[in-house]
C-alpha cells in the first residue's frame, strides 16, 4: 500500500486525525515550503519512514485528508499570531478508530527553548476543541547534535504534567547513508539532500556534485515522471547553487536525459525562472535602478528567511550594484535572519 506514486485519496469528514508540519523556525513562515510539496505528495511514505510503529496502526486503504484551515485556526490561539507551514491530515486506525497524531518538521538552525512547550500546547488545543487526545512527533532537521526534546513536565505537591512526544533527529540519518542509497523510499532522497545541504555550506562545488548524483538516482531507480518531478523539484530548491554552477549542472542534467531518453525535469522549469530573472533586470534597467534583481533577491530571501522586517529590506533596497550581486550569491548560504543581518553588517 505504501507504493512510491503520488497519491490523490478522496475525502471523508466523519473521522479525523490531525498532523502538523511546521517550517523552519520562528523567524520563518513559508507555506510553500519543499517539506510542505513532498509531505503531501507521499504522506503515507513518510510515516513508514519516519514513524513505522505508528503508520502501522493507520488503515491507508481508507481515504485522508489535509485540513489545513482548521489547525491554523488551534495554531493562532497557541502561538498568538505566529504563523507555520501547518497541515492537518485525518485518518482511519486500522481497528476502526479514530486516532489523533500532531506532527511537527522543525528545521531549525539552533535549538528553541519553547520548543517542548509549544508542542504541549498544541497537543492541549487539540484536545480542548475536539475532546480528542493525540500522539504527538516531531521530526528535527537542525544541526545540533545534542537538542533532543522529547517532553514537557512540571511537578508540583498535589499537581505534576509529563508531556512526552516522540522524536527523529535527521542528523543521525549521517552514519546511515550507505542505508538511504538504497531505500527505495521517497524520503531516503529527501534525508540525503537535506544531509549534504548541510555538510555542503562552504563548497558549493561539492554541492554541485552532491545535487547531481541525487538527481541522477532518480533515474537510476526506475521511477514514474511525476515521482522524478515531485523529488527533483524538493533537491533543487533546498540544495541551491551560485548561477555558474547551476548553469553546469543544468547542461549535465540535459545530457543525462538524453542519454535516457527522458526530458523531465529540465527546459521549460529552467528556461521559465532565466526568462523571469533577466526580465527583472530589463526592468531595472528601465528604471534607472537595479529594482528587477533586487525583487529576485528579495524573494530568495523571504523564501529562505521568511518575512523581513521594513529596516532591513531598506538596508538591502540601499545596497550598490555590485552589493546586490554579492548577496545574491551569500544569501545562499543562510539559514536564518541572523545570517542576513551579520552580512549586511559586514558589507
Not at 46 to 72: C, D, K
Not at 93 to 107: A, D, K, M, N
Amino acid at each position: 500500500m505504501l507504493g512510491f506514486a503520488p497519491l490523490n485519496p478522496t475525502y471523508n469528514m466523519n473521522k479525523v486525525i490531525y498532523y502538523q508540519f511546521m517550517t523552519d523556525n520562528s523567524e520563518r513562515a513559508d507555506f510553500d515550503s519543499p517539506w510542505k510539496e513532498i509531505l503531501e505528495a507521499y504522506f503515507p511514505q513518510a510515516m513508514q519512514f519516519f514513524f513505522p510503529e505508528t503508520a502501522a496502526l493507520i488503515n491507508w486503504e481508507r481515504p485522508y485528508e489535509f485540513l489545513n484551515t482548521e489547525f491554523q485556526q488551534i495554531a493562532r490561539e497557541a502561538e498568538q499570531g505566529k504563523r507555520y507551514a501547518d497541515q492537518l491530515v485525518k485518518v482511519w486506525q486500522i481497528q476502526g478508530e479514530e486516532l489523533w497524531l500532531l506532527i511537527h518538521v522543525e528545521i531549525q538552525a539552533q535549538k528553541e527553548d519553547d520548543f517542548s512547550k509549544r508542542m504541549f500546547t498544541y497537543n492541549f488545543r487539540i484536545f480542548d476543541r475536539f475532546e480528542k487526545p493525540a500522539i504527538s512527533l516531531a521530526i528535527l532537521c537542525d544541526t545540533n547534535r545534542q537538542w533532543r526534546p522529547n517532553n514537557y513536565s512540571y511537578n508540583y505537591p498535589q499537581t505534576r504534567l509529563n508531556f512526552e512526544f516522540g522524536i527523529v533527529k535527521l542528523l543521525d540519518y549521517e552514519n546511515r547513508f550507505d542505508e538511504l542509497e538504497t531505500n527505495t523510499n521517497p524520503f531516503a532522497t529527501v534525508v540525503m539532500a537535506h544531509l549534504k545541504t548541510q555538510q555542503t555550506r562552504s563548497s558549493p562545488q561539492e554541492r554541485k556534485i552532491w545535487k547531481f548524483s541525487l538527481i541522477r538516482r532518480l533515474y537510476d531507480l526506475g521511477l514514474q515522471e511525476q515521482d522524478i518531478r515531485n523529488l527533483y523539484r524538493f533537491i533543487d530548491w533546498v540544495m541551491i547553487l551560485p548561477k555558474a554552477l547551476e548553469n553546469q549542472l543544468c547542461s549535465e542534467v540535459q545530457q543525462l536525459e538524453q542519454e535516457r531518453t527522458m526530458r523531465y525535469i529540465t527546459s521549460a522549469e529552467r528556461i521559465g525562472y532565466e526568462r523571469g530573472r533577466e526580465e527583472g533586470k530589463e526592468v531595472g534597467r528601465q528604471e534607472g535602478k537595479q529594482e528587477g534583481e533586487l525583487g529576485i533577491i528579495l524573494k530568495l530571501l523571504k523564501r529562505r528567511l521568511g518575512e523581513l522586517s521594513p529596516e532591513i529590506q531598506k538596508r538591502i533596497q540601499s545596497l550598490s550594484v555590485n552589493q546586490l550581486e554579492n548577496l545574491s550569491e551569500a544569501l545562499l548560504d543562510f539559514s536564518n535572519i541572523t545570517d542576513l543581518v551579520n552580512w549586511l553588517e559586514s558589507n
